[in-house]
């Protein structure tokens, strides 16, 4: 049941507003949501697999735009445009560039010289931070949505992610080669079925015993 559902219906959310969480606190603090609307959505969000960002934009309470903006405020940092972004030089770090999209996360130079990192996906936050050295921890955290924070790192990583897509398996172990001894594994499979036919027919108590073990 969505939010219009639970509205038409009457329902109050009975949690208490001090379990609401930090960001839908700020969007009702910031005027984006109402009390209500919040709580309305923190219960569908208790009973479906996606994060309360998504039941948001989803349910049209808000925008992308406004939830970037109360994280941007709860980081007590600012949300970037594409075009800072792009402007922003990509720290030279030992991650896996994988790692990074995963978490939409990417180390940068901020405009006064001092390490960032953009986040595109603040509510994992924590997991993607325990991959980085202990002083990019506690860098500052910049804010973006999270498509153009993965877009940057494609961008900047495009040369080892090409490489990384055109590693391959060795032929013994990819399914590529599957296809390839079709008839093969066909004709070993009429074999072994005329056998087992052969044995049941001239002895079957035999045959009976083994496959009942």
Not at 54 to 77: K, T
Not at 184 to 190: A, E, P, T
């Amino acid at each position: 049941m969505g939010i219009s559902e639970l509205r038409q219906a009457g329902y109050v959310d009975e949690a208490k507003p001090e379990k609401a969480g930090a960001l839908d606190r700020e969007l009702v603090k910031g005027g984006a949501l109402s009390a209500r609307d919040a709580g309305l959505a923190r219960h569908v969000q208790r009973h479906c697999d996606a994060s309360l960002e998504r039941v948001l934009i989803a349910e049209g309470l808000v925008d992308e735009e406004e939830i970037l903006e109360a994280h941007a405020r709860l980081l007590r940092s600012r949300r970037l445009r594409q075009e800072e972004l792009v402007s922003l030089p990509a720290l030279e770090l030992d991650i896996e560039p994988h790692t990074l999209l995963n978490y939409a996360i990417l180390p940068v130079t901020d405009r006064d010289g001092e390490p960032a990192l953009v986040c595109g996906e603040v509510r994992n936050l924590s997991d993607a931070l325990a991959h980085f050295p202990n002083d990019l921890r506690r860098a500052r955290l910049l804010v973006a949505p999270r498509g153009e924070v993965l877009r940057r790192i494609t961008a900047v990583y495009r040369k080892p992610l090409a490489k990384a897509a055109a590693t391959r398996v060795p032929a013994s172990e990819s399914c590529r080669v599957w296809s390839a001894y079709k008839q093969r594994r066909i004709g070993f499979l009429l074999s072994l079925i005329t056998l087992i036919c052969a044995a049941a027919i001239h002895a079957p108590h035999l045959t009976l015993s083994l496959f009942m073990g």
